[in-house]
């Protein structure tokens, strides 16, 4: 299963209480308060780690605690800190505060955010000491750390996304162009996740097939379009053997509009694909059919004609760099 959307609870830790001490001195029947501070509870902090690719580790539901501090001690000692605790998330994660509604977004690797502050620790005795109270018999509690519901949504970090009905032959392209070895099938919905490629160090994702109604959860849903939220690019594809070319563009172009993040503003490049089932003037009719509606070039490509697969990936390459 492929997580890419989370809440969780967390609770940075309680600070130490303070402490009522006196000093132990010799010949002296009671000395002065002594009473240390309690330790600052422990943080916590979110930080995005390049190895994952999912949400998989962390546990829905959960409460993420960070550790207590401790109680302060005699001979004004403080207590202990507690330890902060770090919740890894993979790049590319979206964070939000359910509570106080504050946003994070997770893009550089290694540079913590403080999401919830631990608790101060209460005053010792000493700490009240004053010229008109010398002996202060109080001491403060520790203050609760900070306690929040956060939401959590992974949101790939792609150069290009590659989208279009099911079968369209995206994973096909994917690892045609790139490393990956994606599952290709000769049915509907072989993808059920998105999958990355890399090439030329432009990040390639491949998202599973949209379908009409995605938006209102048909299919797998529109979910995984929030993967190509931060792409560049949107190689969209269009398989030649359908009868309704442009129909098959149009569906997918409206599920983007009903997404949120302007998707239908992407650059968009239209790739026309398994050129090799079809007559040569079905595809040729189909190109100037779509170079009517497109201010970019319209690509043709087959998995069995790997000029015409470099010829697209070369334009890529002019629109990424
Ligand atoms: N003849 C031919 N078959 C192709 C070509 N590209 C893809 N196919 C076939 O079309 C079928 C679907 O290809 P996939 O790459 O799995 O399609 P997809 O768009 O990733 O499909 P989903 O993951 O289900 O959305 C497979 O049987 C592929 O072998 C092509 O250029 N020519
Ligand atoms: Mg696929």
């Known amino acids: 299963m492929f997580k890419d959307e989370?809440?969780?609870?967390?609770?940075?830790?309680?600070?130490?209480?303070g402490v009522i001490h006196w000093r132990h001195q010799k010949y002296e029947d009671k000395g002065g308060p002594d009473g240390g501070d309690g330790g600052v509870g422990g943080n916590i902090y979110i930080v995005a780690i390049k190895s994952l690719r999912a949400l998989n580790k962390l546990k829905g539901g959960r409460d993420y605690k960070a550790e207590e501090g401790t109680q302060g001690g005699a001979q004004n000692k403080r207590g202990r800190n507690g330890k902060d605790l770090t919740i890894e998330v993979p790049v590319g994660s979206y964070i939000k505060n359910l509570k106080t509604h504050e946003e994070y977004e997770c893009?550089?690797?290694n540079e913590p955010?403080?999401?919830?502050?631990?608790?101060?620790?209460?005053?010792?005795?000493?700490?009240?000491?004053?010229?008109?109270?010398?002996?202060?018999?109080k001491a403060g509690y520790g203050h609760d750390g900070q306690a929040y519901q956060i939401y959590i949504e992974l949101r790939i970090i792609a150069?290009?996304?590659?989208?279009?009905?099911p079968n369209a032959g995206k994973s096909t392209l994917l690892n045609e162009i790139t490393n990956a070895h994606s599952k290709i099938g000769a049915y509907p919905f072989t993808t059920l996740e998105p999958s990355l490629g890399v090439a030329q160090d432009i990040v390639f994702a491949d998202i599973p097939g949209i379908i009409e109604g995605a938006s209102t959860g048909k299919g797998l849903g529109h979910k995984f379009l929030r993967h190509i939220s931060r792409t560049k690019t949107l190689l969209h594809l269009?398989?030649?053997?359908?009868?309704?070319?442009?129909?098959?563009?149009?569906?997918?172009?409206k599920e983007l509009k009903q997404y949120k993040y302007d998707l239908e503003q992407k650059q968009e490049i239209v790739v026309l694909t398994k050129q090799d089932l079809v007559d040569e003037a079905v595809a040729d009719n189909a190109k100037k059919l779509f170079d009517k509606h497109n201010t970019e070039p319209v690509f043709v490509i087959s998995s069995t004609d790997k000029v015409s697969i470099k010829k697209l990936f070369d334009f890529i390459l002019t629109k990424i760099q």
């Open 6 to 17: 989370i809440k969780i609870s967390v609770t940075a830790g309680r600070g130490g209480d």
């Open 159 to 165: 150069d290009v996304g590659i989208i279009g009905l």
């Open 107 to 109: 893009i550089s690797e």
């Open 238 to 253: 269009v398989s030649l053997e359908s009868d309704d070319l442009l129909g098959d563009y149009k569906t997918i172009r």
């Open 113 to 137: 955010i403080l999401i919830a502050a631990g608790g101060r620790g209460g005053f010792g005795n000493s700490h009240y000491k004053s010229g008109a109270n010398t002996t202060p018999k």
